[in-house]
């Protein structure tokens, strides 16, 4: 029964990627047509659009993660379903660029229920098995990052608000879905009361300042999501700067590192989590990202920075070990706020890590060109994980 449920949520999980990624390429193109082709303030505007989403994340994270305590995982999965839904169609509907903003506002809100799909898993996987589900999940999130943009892509070529259709269409049978086969995971005498006090963001923190262990590995989560940002941050513009990538290069080398990072999730994170453990996967993973940053910032060419991928992708190692090393130290009534907390710090970083890099992006090819290093952000994103190594060294010896 564990295993059909996990593949339950892995269903729902999946559909709810795959209408984010449906809408990924056309929404840029939707905030410029309603800004009647001005494409500088388009861009102020999505990039405003992307710090609130993820501003969402954060303050929205621990309170569904802890009411997910309460009420259960199901009821916070479906109704994240349906809310995703709902802010498809207003964005389809979107008359103007400001109920756009409501749209993702609200995308924000419900997204913050992904946290409960890995409370979820960890309701109903061992200990031992956890850090191979949670990799799983994480390929879920791969596919529909692979397959949405290519459908979205494909529906706006007909009009650019049918892929917000499409994408509404599948948070509702997502719903659907749930409603019907998603069982619930959480028992009632493994559920927590709510309290307002430990939901907010800065309440939620505290669970994991309070731990010692449970706060280093916290701290190493967020550096790995740091880091993680590196690569969609300055990908295109580096390609396009540093070995003249057009469209369709830049497109082929984000299928190399979805493809990757799929079989890395999927494949390999279960085997090296048994053979080498929680501690020392999640070590090997900060050391292979390590590696594929410095090689990205330093490669001479374009040849070599495709080739540094499927190191890249070996990167993935980390999130699930530390999800694995995580849930063994919290009570199974506190799993939810666990991902709440975590689903507050990943917010924080990404509202960091774009400017961070793009900053640095910019920096380096302008008044710091001279010292002919283009490749800084990928740089210090390696010196980031090398921090992050120093951290969770104390989890490997």
């Known amino acids: 029964m564990r ?14 990627m795959l209408a984010l990624g449906i809408i990924a390429p056309v929404l840029p193109k939707l905030v410029i047509q309603l800004e009647g082709g001005n494409e500088a303030t388009a861009a102020s505007l999505f990039g405003v659009f992307g710090t609130v989403w993820a501003a969402m994340q954060f303050l929205f994270a621990p309170v569904l993660g802890a009411l ?12 994240s379903c349906l809310g995703l839904g709902l802010d498809y169609v207003i964005m389809a509907l979107a008359p103007t660029v400001g109920w756009l903003f409501v749209g993702r506002v609200l ?17 109903v996987t061992e200990p031992d098995e956890r850090a191979r589900r949670f990799g799983m999940l994480g390929a879920a999130f791969g596919v529909g990052f692979i397959l949405g943009p290519a459908v979205g892509g494909l529906l706006g070529g007909i009009s650019l608000r049918a892929p917000f259709w499409a994408a509404g269409a599948l948070s509702i049978v ?37 731990h010692e262990a449970l706060f280093t590995l916290a701290l190493v989560a967020f550096v790995y999501r740091i880091a993680h940002d590196a690569l969609p941050s300055v990908f295109v513009l580096y390609g396009d700067y540093r070995f003249g990538w057009d469209a369709r290069t830049v497109g082929f080398a984000l299928a190399i590192v979805g493809v990757t ?4 999730q999927a494949g390999l994170v279960g085997p090296m989590v048994e053979r080498l453990g929680e501690p020392r996967a999640l070590f090997t993973g900060l050391v292979c990202g390590a ?13 070599v920075f495709l080739m540094a991928i499927p190191l890249g992708a070996l990167y993935g190692l980390v999130y699930p070990s530390l999800q694995g090393l995580m849930t ?7 799993q939810g706020r666990l991902q709440g907390a975590l689903g507050s710090l990943m917010g924080i970083a990404g509202v960091i890590a774009p400017v961070l890099f793009t900053q640095v992006f910019a920096a380096a090819i302008g008044r710091f060109r001279g010292f002919g290093v283009p490749g800084a952000p990928f740089l210090l994103a390696a010196l980031l994980l090398v921090g992050a190594m120093a951290a969770a060294e104390r989890e490997v010896t």
């Open 261 to 264: 990072s799929i079989v890395v």
């Open 328 to 334: 063994r130290r919290v009570r199974p009534d506190e």
């Open 68 to 79: 997910s305590d309460q009420v259960g995982r199901r009821p916070v999965i479906l109704l």
């Open 3 to 16: 295993r059909a449920t996990f593949w339950f949520i892995f269903a729902t999980v999946l559909l709810d």
């Open 174 to 210: 997502g719903a659907a879905y749930g409603w019907f086969v998603l069982p619930e995971s959480l028992p009632q005498e493994r559920r927590a009361p709510f309290e307002w006090r430990r939901a907010n963001p800065l309440g939620s923190l505290e669970m994991l300042r309070g």
């Open 291 to 303: 590696l594929a940053f410095t090689a990205y910032g330093l490669a001479p060419n374009g040849f």
């Open 107 to 123: 995308s924000g809100i419900t997204a913050s229920s992904f946290t409960t799909s890995f409370a979820y898993i960890a309701d």
